[in-house]
T-cell receptor, first 112, second 116 residues
Framework: GDSVTQMEGPVTLSEEAFLTINCTYTATGYPSLFWYVQYPGEGLQLLLKATKADDKGSNKGFEATYRKETTSFHLEKGSVQVSDSAVYFCALITSGTYKYIFGTGTRLKVLA | ETGVTQTPRHLVMGMTNKKSLKCEQHLGHNAMYWYKQSAKKPLELMFVYNFKEQTENNSVPSRFSPECPNSSHLFLHLHTLQPEDSALYLC???????????????FGPGTRLTVT
């Protein structure tokens, strides 16, 4: 079945460091890919998305590129802030279904 | 109200109580979901409703009973829960297109449930 694999956390960085959170997927069809962020005590918020190969999703300084050849959708940010501390989830959905597949989440801690 | 709202935000109940969680979406979507989020476990899909019809029930115990009276409202009725049911319960919605395409989900803030 379809699946999403994320790097295990926590990831701890200093403020202004470069961030990469790896995400790879397996899917039988042509999925849309998403990154969600969850701040403490809140639900998941959509951070960015990409719906086809080579698309780049971006939002709030975060970027991720849909790489079909490597089945990856790595999340990057050039300079993290303390306020970026949260749990990040990679997810996919395959066209024709309504069941989303989520990764296990990666906790990011940014230190001042 | 905008987006997806959930009430109550926090709930403490005994194992013999009956309570209900409520979710409302203001996005005009036609699919709604219940998820369970426990500490150190992956997000668990519990139920999916598409056009008010339940299309997914991931082997959820019968002490959890969903209800979807219309495409904007979703309830989760709880009775005789166990302490291991303590978790964050998240509601979400999305738009399913006639062509079969489905895009992003939008989540509510969750209900933090504690079973004593």
């Amino acid at each position: 079945g379809d699946s999403v694999t994320q790097m295990e956390g926590p990831v701890t960085l200093s403020e202004e460091a470069f961030l990469t959170i790896n995400c790879t997927y397996t899917a039988t069809g042509y999925p849309s890919l998403f990154w969600y962020v969850q701040y403490p005590g809140e639900g998941l918020q959509l951070l960015l998305k990409a719906t086809k190969a080579d698309d780049k999703g971006s939002n709030k300084g975060f970027e991720a590129t849909y790489r079909k050849e490597t089945t990856s959708f790595h999340l990057e940010k050039g300079s993290v802030q303390v306020s970026d501390s949260a749990v990040y989830f990679c997810a996919l959905i395959t066209s024709g279904t309504y069941k989303y597949i989520f990764g296990t989440g990666t906790r990011l801690k940014v230190l001042a | 109200e905008t987006g997806v709202t959930q009430t109550p935000r926090h709930l403490v109940m005994g194992m013999t109580n009956k309570k209900s969680l409520k979710c409302e979406q203001h996005l005009g979507h036609n699919a709604m979901y219940w998820y369970k989020q426990s500490a150190k476990k992956p997000l668990e899909l519990m139920f999916v409703y598409n056009f008010k019809e339940q299309t997914e029930n991931n082997s959820v115990p019968s002490r959890f009973s969903p209800e979807c009276p219309n495409s904007s409202h979703l309830f989760l009725h709880l009775h005789t829960l166990q302490p291991e049911d303590s978790a964050l319960y998240l509601c979400a919605s999305s738009q399913v297109y006639a062509s079969g395409g489905t895009y992003e989900q939008y989540f509510g803030p969750g209900t933090r449930l504690t079973v004593t």
